[in-house]
């Protein structure tokens, strides 16, 4: 359609390494107004965890706005935000003994990032933020300072302060503990770096490369945050809502975060909507201190509300999602040891897997030629060199198997390939040609 190259800007990301016009979507499969069929292993970059048009949560929503039910309520209480505030406490808060307030912020990851900065801040009353190499927390100033991706800091156009950024768990090789040299420049009074108000990270990085952290290494910046009267911060917006397994990714880690992000897969239905949680000694906001017209996207607190009930009552759901991901890591790694010559790896957790393929030209030749033949997945990391599995979590086992299969058909392809030196290959006929940047 011409109208995309007429009048939308050239920003367009996603749009352009799957140019079609998609038209429906359900559960894991998303179709373009030609009729082709795509399995979405993309999943909204996250936010579609439970599927498309996910029809329990449909139900529910089409009976919440057939019945006239509040949509946009700036921060009024409303019946649908207290039945969310009800569930979200009884099936997830309480049961893991964590206690917590929940702010409504603006809807998108983003907007949390920054309560959480600037809340941070306020309590400390220090300027600095720590992140870590790789981190992806938004890319509005505030969170973009603590971004690590140099094409999105460019985009900036200004100095991009109040963050210093710190090795992530495996930046300088797998023998080298990244949270000594952490801990050593906040004991030193002469490291330079200056005594920050919270650290904010990621337990699995997914705009960095699918990263892992180590549980221990999860469990050592906790540490070093209490020894340093340093406040907490994970941010879950993408490994969060039941991605790795559980459905706070370091529920298993054994830490308590001072400060919580939330957002993505949040209202299960792909609706903005984002929270941020802190312990109640935290709470030291003064009324309407902090704002934002959107925060009361009253449609996506019913969706909330219908998949914590629905997905998250019990922990049938999560044991699902630890199977499903440890079929993953098998196939995955089986896929590495028989393509990958030793160059590729994988270090993910639950359904969020990762191959780096090393080459983002490599990687990039795969994913469009799994494109062609119906699987849409994406890359990510410093060099866009790492195939990023986000698929639904709800997929069945037979589409999880037939996404992995076309994958690996692509690797197969591509590899046999290069390794022929037939570098000008055409995978793609005439409309599936993407201009290169
Ligand atoms: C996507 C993401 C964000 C930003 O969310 P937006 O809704 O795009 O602003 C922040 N942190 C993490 C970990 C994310 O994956």
């Given at each position: 359609?011409?109208?995309?190259?007429?009048?939308?800007?050239?920003?367009?990301?996603?749009?352009?390494?799957?140019?079609?016009?998609?038209?429906?979507?359900?559960?894991?499969?998303?179709?373009?107004?030609?009729?082709?069929?795509?399995?979405?292993?993309?999943?909204?970059?996250?936010?579609?965890?439970y599927?498309?048009n996910n029809p329990i949560f449909k139900k529910e929503l089409l009976k919440y706005i057939e019945s006239d039910g509040i949509t946009h309520g700036?921060?009024l209480h409303t019946n649908a935000k207290g039945n969310f505030l009800n569930t979200f406490?009884?099936k997830?808060?309480?049961?893991?003994?964590?206690?917590?307030?929940?702010?409504f912020?603006?809807p998108?990851?983003?907007?949390?990032?920054?309560?959480?900065?600037?809340?941070?801040?306020?309590?400390?009353?220090?300027?600095?933020?720590?992140?870590?190499?790789?981190?992806?927390?938004?890319?509005?100033?505030?969170?973009?300072?603590?971004?690590?991706?140099?094409?999105?800091?460019?985009?900036?156009?200004?100095?991009?302060?109040?963050?210093?950024?710190?090795?992530?768990?495996?930046?300088?090789?797998?023998?080298?503990?990244?949270?000594?040299?952490?801990?050593?420049?906040?004991?030193?009074?002469?490291?330079?770096?200056?005594?920050?108000?919270?650290?904010?990270?990621?337990?699995?990085?997914?705009?960095?490369?699918?990263?892992?952290?180590?549980?221990?290494?999860?469990?050592?910046?906790?540490?070093?945050?209490?020894?340093?009267?340093?406040?907490?911060?994970?941010?879950?917006?993408?490994?969060?809502?039941?991605?790795?397994?559980?459905?706070?990714?370091?529920?298993?880690?054994?830490?308590?975060?001072?400060?919580?992000?939330?957002?993505?897969s949040l209202s299960g239905y792909g609706l903005p909507f984002?929270i941020?949680?802190?312990?109640?000694?935290?709470?030291?906001?003064?009324?309407?201190?902090?704002?934002?017209?959107?925060?009361g996207n009253n449609l996506a607190f019913v969706t909330a509300e219908a998949a914590i009930n629905h997905y998250?009552?019990?922990?049938?759901?999560?044991?699902?999602?630890?199977?499903?991901?440890?079929?993953?890591?098998?196939?995955?790694?089986?896929?590495?040891?028989?393509?990958?010559?030793?160059?590729?790896?994988?270090?993910?957790?639950?359904?969020?897997?990762?191959?780096?393929?090393?080459?983002?030209?490599?990687?990039?030749?795969?994913?469009?030629?799994?494109?062609?033949?119906?699987?849409?997945?994406?890359?990510?990391?410093?060099?866009?060199?790492?195939?990023?599995?986000?698929?639904?979590?709800?997929?069945?086992?037979?589409?999880?198997?037939?996404?992995?299969?076309?994958?690996?058909?692509?690797?197969?392809?591509?590899?046999?390939?290069?390794?022929?030196?037939?570098?000008?290959?055409?995978?793609?006929?005439?409309?599936?040609?993407?201009?290169?940047?």
């Amino acid at each position: 359609m011409k109208i995309f190259e007429e009048i939308e800007s050239e920003v367009q990301s996603y749009a352009r390494s799957f140019p079609r016009v998609f038209n429906k979507a359900q559960g894991e499969y998303l179709y373009d107004t030609e009729g082709n069929q795509y399995l979405d292993f993309l999943a909204g970059a996250g936010t579609l965890n439970y599927g498309h048009n996910n029809p329990i949560f449909k139900k529910e929503l089409l009976k919440y706005i057939e019945s006239d039910g509040i949509t946009h309520g700036l921060d009024l209480h409303t019946n649908a935000k207290g039945n969310f505030l009800n569930t979200f406490n009884d099936k997830i808060l309480k049961p893991r003994n964590m206690d917590y307030m929940v702010q409504f912020t603006g809807p998108t990851g983003a907007n949390a990032v920054e309560t959480a900065m600037k809340l941070a801040r306020k309590i400390k009353q220090r300027e600095t933020i720590i992140s870590f190499t790789n981190g992806y927390h938004g890319v509005t100033l505030g969170a973009l300072a603590s971004t690590g991706n140099q094409h999105h800091r460019g985009g900036a156009g200004m100095l991009l302060t109040g963050v210093d950024t710190l090795p992530y768990d495996g930046y300088m090789g797998d023998d080298i503990d990244t949270t000594a040299y952490l801990d050593k420049v906040l004991t030193d009074s002469s490291s330079g770096v200056d005594h920050p108000a919270a650290i904010i990270v990621e337990t699995v990085q997914g705009e960095g490369g699918i990263t892992a952290a180590s549980f221990s290494w999860l469990q050592n910046i906790e540490k070093i945050c209490k020894k340093h009267d340093i406040l907490l911060i994970v941010d879950d917006i993408q490994a969060g809502c039941g991605r790795t397994g559980t459905f706070f990714s370091f529920d298993e880690v054994g830490i308590q975060p001072d400060i919580i992000t939330m957002s993505k897969s949040l209202s299960g239905y792909g609706l903005p909507f984002a929270i941020v949680l802190f312990k109640p000694e935290h709470d030291i906001w003064k009324p309407g201190e902090h704002n934002g017209t959107f925060r009361g996207n009253n449609l996506a607190f019913v969706t909330a509300e219908a998949a914590i009930n629905h997905y998250w009552s019990d922990d049938l759901f999560s044991k699902e999602v630890k199977r499903k991901g440890k079929y993953m890591y098998d196939r995955i790694n089986k896929i590495i040891d028989q393509y990958g010559e030793g160059n590729f790896s994988s270090r993910g957790r639950g359904m969020f897997q990762g191959i780096n393929c090393v080459s983002g030209e490599l990687a990039s030749k795969i994913t469009k030629l799994a494109f062609k033949n119906g699987l849409m997945i994406e890359t990510s990391g410093a060099d866009d060199h790492v195939i990023k599995f986000l698929c639904p979590l709800t997929i069945s086992d037979q589409n999880l198997k037939r996404g992995i299969d076309i994958l690996e058909d692509a690797i197969e392809t591509v590899c046999a390939k290069v390794k022929n030196f037939d570098e000008e290959v055409d995978y793609f006929d005439e409309n599936y040609e993407v201009e290169e940047e």
